[in-house]
C-alpha cells in the first residue's frame, strides 16, 4: 500500500489500482504511455505511477492530451479527470474530444462534487442534493456523462464503479485498445465531502450503495421502469468504428499533397 493523500473511503485507490492492473496486462511500455490529469483529487493519481505524466491546469486535462495525440500518434494517452474537473470546469473540452473522436482514453471518476476543494457543487451532482454550495439542496440537474459523450461522438463510452473491481479492470483494457476516443466514468465514493453532507453513511455504507444500484446494462434497458430510485446502468453502454481524428487529419493531409503535385 503506498502512502498517498487520498481521505479513508474515497475509492481512487481502488480506481488507480485497475488503471495499473489495465496497464500491466496489455503490455505497455512505460515511455509508450503519457497519463495527462488536472487538478482535483483524482487528478494526483499520475503521482503514483511511473510512466510519461503531464499535469495541467484545471478542466484543460483532455487539451494538453489532445495536442499530445495529435503529435506523436504511437502514444497511448490517458487522461483522469474527476466530475469538477473534467465536466464541470472542462465540460466544453469533454464534449470537443468526443465529437473529435481522438484517439485517447478519458477516465473521470465521478464523486458528484469538487472533493478536494471543500465539497462544491458540480455538474454531475444530482437534483436536490446538499453540498458546500447547495446547502439547501442543489437546484440544477446533473449531468449524464455517458450519454453526454455518446452524443458528442465517442467511439467506446462506459460506466464502471469503484465496487465493482474485476469490471472495472475489463472496461480499462477495452477503452485503452479501442481506436478512437474512449470514456470511462467510475462511480466513486466520497464519504469526507459528500457523503457526510446527504447523509448516506459512511465509506461502507457508500459502496453498498453502488453495490444496490448499480445495474448491468442489459438488465437496466429491460427493467428500468421496476428498479429502485438511483439505479443505474454499469458495463460497455456504446462501442462504434468510426475514424478517429488523426486517421481523417492523414486522409486530408494525403489529398491535399496529391492535388498540390497536379
Known sequence: MLPHLWCSGC???IVLSSLARALAELGLERNQVVVVTGIGCWGKADDYL?????????????????????ANPKLCVIVLMGDGDGATIGGNHLIHAARRNIDLLAVVVNNHN????????????????????????????????????????ANYVARGTAYHV?????????????????????????????????????????????????VPVKSFREKRDDLPPGSFPIGKLHEGDDPDFNTRYRDIQARAQKEGQV
Open 11 to 13: 475509492g481512487n485507490g
Open 50 to 70: 511511473s510512466t510519461n505524466a503531464l499535469h495541467g491546469t484545471h478542466g484543460r486535462a483532455l487539451a494538453f492530451a489532445t495536442g499530445i495525440k495529435a
Open 114 to 153: 469538487y472533493g478536494m476543494t471543500g465539497g462544491q457543487v458540480s455538474a454531475t451532482t444530482p437534483a436536490g442534493a446538499v453540498t458546500s454550495t447547495t446547502a439547501y439542496g442543489n437546484p440544477e440537474r446533473e449531468f449524464d456523462l455517458c450519454e453526454l459523450v455518446m452524443a458528442a461522438g
Open 166 to 214: 474485476p469490471q472495472l479492470d475489463r472496461l480499462l483494457r477495452e477503452g485503452i485498445e479501442k481506436k478512437g476516443f474512449s470514456f470511462v466514468e467510475v462511480m466513486s465514493p466520497c464519504p469526507t465531502q459528500y457523503g457526510r453532507r446527504n447523509q448516506l453513511g459512511g465509506a461502507v455504507k457508500m459502496m453498498e450503495w453502488l453495490r444496490d444500484h448499480a
